[in-house]
Every structure is written in C-alpha cells, then in structure tokens.
C-alpha cells in the first residue's frame, strides 16, 4: 500500500488556523508555542509522505484533530493539577504525538514520556522532540507499555514517589485495558485521562471498575464531555484514579 499523499503544510496558515481555532483568553498561546505547533505539522507531513503517520489530509482537519483535540484537554489537567503544572506524563500508545507532544508545547514545565513501540513512530517523535528543543523534559520509550516496570521508566519519572502523575491515552485501547497495561507505572496518588470519542454507556461517573485480574481496582471519577473547535463529534476525557 501506497503512502498517504498529504501536501505540505503552510506554515503562515497552521498559525492562522490555530490561532483562529484556540480562542481561549484564559488559557493564552504565545507566539512561540503556535509557530512549535506549525512546526510539529510541518515535520507531521514531511514524514507522512513516506511513512503514512497519519491518515488525516488537509490544514483545517490537522490542526483541529491533532493541535485542538489535545489542546481541549488542556485546560482540565490544570485544573485538576494547578497553573503550569509540573508533572510527570506518559502518553501511552503515543503514535505521532497527540497528545503527548501538543502537550509539552503548552505545558512546558511538565515532564513527559512518550511510549510508542513503533520504530518508525518513536525515530518520528525523536526528530519532532530534537526539533523543539525538548531535550531533557521529553523521552521516548520504544516498548511496549506491558513491557514497562517502575525501574524500567525514564529518569524523568523516577522522583519520588514513584510512578506517573498523569497517564493518558488517546483510543489505545479499552478503558479497562487501557488500566490494566499501566497500572504498574502507577502510584497511589497517579490519575488517568482517558481520551475517548463516543461515550461507552456502561461508564459513567463513580463507576468502579474490577479489572481481570481480580487484584487492582480503579475508581471512575468523573467524564466529561469536551468541546473541540470545528470538530462535531463526541469526545470524552474520562478521569480515573486508582481505588486504593
């Protein structure tokens, strides 16, 4: 199979597109963070032509399902974790980098994992991480996350206490999988944000969820519906902590 045929980005427009996507005086983008987001396209494109990272074509549909679908979540990790927040992430399953490297754009005191199993994916988001400077605060883990151990993690998520503060997923699998593979990069205080599009009925808020292990146990602590600009489809972020 052919790869995806995606035209170069313009980056005046991506900077247009963003700006006139994020209109968020509350949560404000320098001009610094919108040219990075350009740029992340820029190189988005430039390997999809040979790689195919991305099935999404177009300016408009990139910057609204890539820069935007991970900036709506922004603003609710802050106020779960406080202005600038400085903790520990990982994004699971991180593909081409949403939301992981939207992410270290707008929140750069965080400290963030990007795992992704994928060689082709991970040389992806090493050239993008070196590109943007984000040398020190970003690391790329080449496994997969069932492979991941608390000595395994990178030296930026190993300040105690041990374990991530935030662990996200963007459609890497089932909740309860999804909890499942991560909970041995967790600790007692780690909380999940699970990226979903349409809304499984069976999760709804305090809902308990007994994993297949019979051992560990996770507490839905609230979903919530999020609204991405130009986009008119269901999107969720589903907060979740460990139950004890």
């Known amino acids: 199979m052919g790869a995806t045929q995606v035209q170069p980005v313009d980056k005046l427009g991506a ?14 983008l320098s001009d610094a963070q919108i040219s990075a987001l350009s740029d992340y396209l820029q190189t988005l494109n430039r390997w999809n032509r ?18 935007l679908d991970a900036m709506a979540v922004w603003p609710e990790i802050v106020r779960r974790f406080g202005p600038d927040p400085d903790i520990r992430i990982a994004d699971i399953g991180s593909g081409m980098g949403v939301p992981g490297i939207v992410w270290a754009v707008v929140m750069p005191q965080s400290r963030i994992d990007l795992v992704e199993r994928s060689q082709k994916k991970s040389a992806f988001l090493r050239q993008v991480c070196g590109q943007l400077n984000f040398q020190g605060r970003v690391d790329i883990l080449t496994k997969d996350v069932k492979q991941m151990a608390l000595k395994e993690m990178s030296q930026s998520a190993l300040a105690e206490p041990f374990g991530y503060d935030l662990i996200t997923s963007r459609a890497f699998a089932a909740p309860s ?18 990226l979903i599009g349409r809304l499984d009925p069976e999760i ?18 609230e979903v919530k519906k999020i609204e991405v600009p130009y986009l008119h489809e269901d999107r969720h972020l589903i907060w979740i902590r460990r139950s004890s």
């Open 15 to 28: 900077e247009a597109r963003i700006r006139q996507g994020w209109d968020r005086p509350d949560f404000p």
């Open 50 to 67: 040979v790689h195919s990272l991305t099935a999404i074509e177009g300016l408009e549909d990139q910057v609204t399902r890539h820069i």
């Open 177 to 194: 999988d999804f909890l499942d593979k991560t909970y041995a990069i967790s600790n007692q205080h780690t909380q999940w944000a699970a």
């Open 204 to 221: 709804c808020e305090h809902t308990l969820i007994k994993m297949n292990n019979k051992k560990n146990y996770f507490l839905v602590d």
